[in-house]
């Protein structure tokens, strides 16, 4: 490899070109984690690796996501298969999509591949109505696995979540202190443990900090579908019923709401503040940049990885929950209530 092409690697990974020669011949002296950096450092240059570095994978781990148009799905994805990568597995991405295979169906065909263990990310454990019994089956046939997003008593294994209570709370309270008095919340369907997590942070909040009963703060609810022409739909009905500012289960029905609102001649921030919740990739960069309670999408996924492959080295994880705390992140599209 040419000096050239020494330097910019070393550049890259931030390592003198001594270290990258280490690497890129194979020498033992070199910490997993430089050796990491070495080769992330080619891929993003684009060049290709060496034959002899390329190493058998210690196994398959398998990813089963909703459908990636939620931005929020494939950031947590990227996490997970690079801190897998690291740890030498190979992931296998399986993506829910309307009218395509159900989650038993991709189970199914990942234990017949052998995988090593499974990360759930927002599946049916999720969902209050659905049958839970089928994850202590899956545990019944030695296949580890770790659930994210969701929440049940009836499935042993861990689970990582972001706290969606404590996250209305941020959102209602930076909303008051701003002079709003009637917020409303868009939400998807009330079946999903999260969504019932939001409407009790929601409800408790209202109540705590705006002196409303919890009927009047129910009534502030809107069940709608977890997309942009969701968000859109319940933000008209709750501008009908007076809201000032809205608070969003996800960054796409936010996008879905500001559409809603200057479709009525209104301006957010100026006439209606809106929140929205994730902080996704790319979701700065929107017109006007969007306020929104971030999830802990590193420090959630890394998490889930180090349970599963704990359970996958044969050591007991603690069952039960792990929580996240999410993080506010103001920005410009939220602002004091119009006088």
């Not at 020669?21 to 080769?39: E, I």
């Not at 309307?98 to 759930?120: C, H, Q, W």
């Not at 990310?121 to 019944?140: I, M």
């Amino acid at each position: 490899m040419t000096t050239a092409r020494l330097s910019d690697i070393a550049a890259q990974a931030g390592v003198s070109e001594a270290t990258v020669s280490r690497v890129l011949n194979g020498k033992a002296n070199v910490s997993a984690t430089t050796r990491q950096t070495v080769l992330a450092a080619l891929d993003v240059l684009g060049y290709e690796r060496p034959t002899r570095l390329s190493r058998r994978s210690a196994g398959l781990i398998g990813l089963i996501t909703p459908e990636l148009s939620n931005p929020i799905f494939p950031a947590l994805a990227q996490v997970i298969e690079q801190v897998l990568s690291r740890h030498g597995y190979t992931p296998v991405l399986c993506t829910q999509t309307p009218g395509g295979s159900t989650e038993d169906e991709l189970v199914e065909m990942l234990v017949d591949r052998g995988v090593a263990g499974i990360v759930f990310v927002s599946g049916l454990h999720a969902d209050s109505t659905a049958d839970h019994d089928r994850y202590a089956r899956l545990a019944g046939r030695g296949v580890p696995f770790v659930l994210i997003n969701g929440y049940s008593e009836r499935i042993d294994a861990p689970f990582i979540s972001p706290d969606d209570r404590a996250a209305m709370w941020m959102a209602v309270q930076h909303l008051a202190e701003l002079g709003h008095e009637r917020i409303g919340l868009a939400v998807g369907q009330r079946r999903y443990v999260p969504v019932l997590r939001k409407i009790e942070g929601f409800t408790a909040a209202m109540r705590e900090v705006l002196g409303l009963t919890g009927q009047e703060a129910e009534g502030l609810v809107h069940h709608t579908l977890f997309s942009v022409e969701g968000g859109h739909a319940a933000a008209g009905a709750l501008l009908d019923k007076g809201c000032t500012a809205i608070v969003c289960g996800s960054d796409m029905m936010a996008l879905g709401a500001i559409r809603a609102v200057r479709q009525r001649g209104l301006a957010v921030p100026q006439d209606v503040s809106v929140v929205g919740f994730d902080d996704s990739p790319l979701i700065a960069f929107t017109e006007p940049p969007l306020t929104t309670v971030r999830q802990p999408v590193e420090a959630m996924a890394t998490a889930a990885v180090d349970a599963l492959l704990e359970e996958v080295g044969g050591n007991a994880v603690q069952r039960g929950e792990f929580m996240f705390q999410p993080e506010l992140v103001m920005r410009g599209s939220t602002g004091a209530r119009a006088r």
